[in-house]
């Protein structure tokens, strides 16, 4: 493989909806296994590195095969930003004398993603050229409103003038399974995006994300019914 395709896994130690979200039981295993498992498995990623602030996930991310990346206090509290925590972990990998091309940076608490979408979405960014890209479900259906102050507003169609389901256009939803980009566009924008930007689409099913104890018995079930059943 010749593009330098790092994979970043940010997951630190503190979790407010559910303690120890990142290695919580999902179905036999942590659920930052299953990313680094889905990351590991694909033909377009070099190395996969798990950057933490927590002893206990930084030792299951070695046990499942990432290499991994110690992040600082300040750089893993409630206000840090993801874009800190990719561009500690770039700075890291620098360090180390590796050349880093592009980021693929998948979400933890979004399991539900097989390795055909990053090897799909990989191929997908180099082909167009892009500078960043997002992970994305499409919905024809979805119609969005605001209340402020009592008064509500439709927002993404005109409730005045609604349009039969056919000929509304998709709607593309952005489901945080994973980003890529390239290292200059987070160094300039302090930003995942950027540049060209373009998004992959994956299953309507696969945007669910586990951020409660509700999420992790929805993601299970749907994770047996379409990937582990087949």
Known sequence: MSN???AI???RG????IPSK???N????????????QCLNSSMISDVWVSSDDKEILNIAKQYGAKIINRPDNLSDDFASSESGWLHAMEFIKKQNLSIEYIFAPQVTSPLREVSDIDKSIKLFLKDELDSMFSASLADDLFFWTNANNIMKSVNYDYRNRKRRQDIDPQIIENGSFYIF?????????NRFGGKIGYSKMDFW???EIDSLEDLKICSVL????????
């Not at 503190?14 to 909806?17: A, L, P, Q, V």
């Not at 390239?182 to 302090?190: A, F, M, S, V």
């Open 4 to 6: 330098e395709i790092h």
């Open 9 to 11: 896994i940010l997951a």
């Open 14 to 17: 503190g979790s407010k909806g």
């Open 22 to 24: 990142n290695i919580i």
């Open 26 to 37: 999902f179905l036999g295993k942590p659920l930052l296994a299953w990313s680094i498992e």
């Open 182 to 190: 390239k290292p200059e566009i987070i160094q300039k924008h302090n």
């Open 206 to 208: 696969k945007m669910f």
């Open 223 to 230: 994770m047996q019914e379409f990937l582990l059943n087949n």
